[in-house]
């Protein structure tokens, strides 16, 4: 049965069983998702793969991060397609390629701030990117504040 949502020339149908996962594989806390230029899908879940990664149609094209991340949160592509990913758990952001490969790391991992410190970071969320590249990064859990960064971090 096709589910429609939404109303005039804003409805959408939901695509059952959308994504085609490898046998024996699960999503795990789905913390984020996010599409690159090229219609790749990345879903960034707390499984034993943390980033998984799809064609639009569904078709499984790879994972990564296993054994990287402590505990997924937020995900953030740029013009570039460039993931920063927001890992709350060892209170890191990772600016990593569509590959895999970690280019840039913004904090230390497992190494939180003080509670409310307003210093980098404890529990940080999510990512934001301004035109000229610089970064925004939540850190809301642990220390409810915004901080910002040059595009070299």
Known sequence: MSVGLGSGE??????????????????????????????????FNRGQHPMMVFD????FLRSWGEGLFS??????????????????????????????????????????????????FNRCTHTALSPKGEIYVSDGYGNSCVHKYSPDG
């Open 10 to 43: 804003h409805r959408y149908r939901v695509v059952e069983n959308w994504a085609k996962l490898p046998d024996g594989w699960e999503f795990r806390d789905v913390a984020a998702v996010a599409v690159d230029s090229k219609d790749r899908v990345y879903v």
């Open 71 to 120: 505990r997924a949160h937020g995900i953030h592509i740029d013009s570039d397609d460039n993931l920063y990913c927001t890992d709350d758990g060892d209170h890191t952001v990772r600016k990593i390629t569509t590959e895999g490969k970690v280019l840039m790391t913004i904090g230390v991992p497992n190494q939180p701030a003080p509670f409310l410190s307003g210093k980098p």
């Open 56 to 59: 639009r149609d569904g078709n």
